[in-house]
């Protein structure tokens, strides 16, 4: 399983909005563009998802900026994944609208596609954006946890 670059992207932008101020404070896009080196027509794009997605508010005009709608610990990798990407399926079968499979008549292992989904989201939904805007990487934050 690989993201898109723009799921990607929209994790270093929210990363950044998250270490300045817990996202609390407004940022200017222009500035965060600048600041992780996202492009910025790709950062105004992703303000636009992330805004309707409600992870973000978003403001215009002089002491307008974007600031994330709750704090970081309280926003999931999962949450902004399905911002940008959509419900987190693996395969296209899981989708009740697409059926466009060959072996869908006869596949045994389409009943349990829902179940890998689940665990995917739940490990994503295990990663906090406090957690990503973090210093340290997650494998020492889990260690200091452990310890």
Do not use: F
Request: proline letters at 5%; glycine letters at 8%; one cysteine or more.
């Amino acid at each position: 399983m690989r993201l898109s670059s723009l799921t990607d992207y929209a994790v270093v932008l929210l990363s950044a909005a998250a270490r300045h101020c817990g996202g609390l404070a407004r940022q200017n896009a222009t500035v965060l563009a600048e600041e992780t080196g996202v492009p910025l027509p790709t950062a105004q794009k992703l303000v636009s998802k992330l805004s309707a997605a409600g992870l973000i508010d978003s403001a215009r005009g002089t002491g307008g900026g974007i600031r994330l709608s709750r704090p970081p610990a309280s926003i999931t990798l999962a949450d902004i994944v399905e911002a940008v990407e959509g419900p987190i399926a693996m395969t296209s079968c899981v989708d009740a609208a697409n059926h466009d499979c060959a072996i869908e008549g006869n596949c045994r292992v389409k009943p349990h596609w829902g179940a890998v989904n689940r665990a995917v989201r739940g490990a994503l939904a295990g990663i906090t954006l406090a957690q990503l805007a973090a210093d340290a990487p997650l494998a020492q934050q889990q260690m200091k946890v452990e310890a």
